[in-house]
């Protein structure tokens, strides 16, 4: 089915670990996002890609590297985990800029002990 | 003042009952407004975008009051099935920039038997 994939769905890491996530989209859309969800606190915006080639922090960057890989595929890398970023991580997609609603990844719920 | 401000709830409604709720934004600019569905762990879904002119989809109605700066959703004949965490998102940014929407932190909806 058309839409944003997410991998992977559950991570538990270890204080001081890295990881990616990935996430891929297969609408042509020009825009990607990466948002953290935690209790309490709504969606906040980590790290955008208005368009291939182009990335922008967002209101909580700290702890976060992005890459746009490809119009397709737009990753976020944890380089040394804390317990603060445990949360639900969700990608999204749009065509471009605020224009037209988003399309959201299933998400990955991640916990660092 | 917050950007895009709405009353967490929880509002428990009897099935079939009619409810409601606002959500008010700061940008007297921005163009863009949605409300997304979110069920528990599950992502963001688009439920209907908001129109100037206030627009209907079923037994949902969405309505634009300008002058207020809030948007409205109204739900009609409430189903078991909408029970879920209702966010309001607008473009806060009107700067054409693709940093794009703002979420609302939500407002939780129970429908009782």
């Known amino acids: 089915n058309a839409g944003v994939t997410q991998t992977p769905k559950f991570q538990v890491l270890k204080t001081g670990q890295s990881m990616t996530l990935q996430c891929a989209q297969d609408m042509n859309h020009n825009s990607m996002y990466w948002y953290r969800q935690d209790p309490g606190m709504g969606l906040r915006l980590i790290y955008y890609s208005a368009s291939e080639g182009t990335t922008d922090k967002g209101e909580v960057p700290n702890g976060y590297n992005v890459s746009r890989l490809n119009k397709r595929e737009f990753s976020l890398r944890l380089e040394s985990a804390a317990p603060s970023q445990t949360s639900v991580y969700f990608c999204?997609?749009?065509?471009?800029?605020?224009?037209?609603?988003?399309?959201f990844g299933s998400g990955t719920r991640l916990t660092v002990v | 003042r917050k950007e895009v401000e709405q009353d967490p709830g929880p509002f428990n409604v009897p099935e079939g009952a009619t409810v409601a709720f606002n959500c008010t934004y700061s940008n007297s600019a921005s163009q863009s407004f949605f409300w997304y569905r979110q069920d528990c762990r599950k992502e963001p879904k688009l439920l209907m975008s908001v129109y100037s002119s206030g627009n209907e989809d079923g037994r949902f109605t969405a309505q634009l009051n300008r002058a207020s700066q809030y948007i409205s959703l109204l739900i009609r004949d409430s189903k078991l099935s909408d029970s879920a965490t209702y966010l309001c998102?607008?473009?806060?940014?009107?700067?054409?920039?693709?940093?794009?929407?703002?979420f609302g932190k939500g407002t939780h909806l129970i429908i009782q038997p």
């Open positions: 999204a997609s749009t065509p471009t800029g605020w224009v037209y609603g988003y399309t």
């Open positions: 998102v607008v473009n806060v940014n009107s700067g054409g920039g693709a940093d794009g929407l703002t």
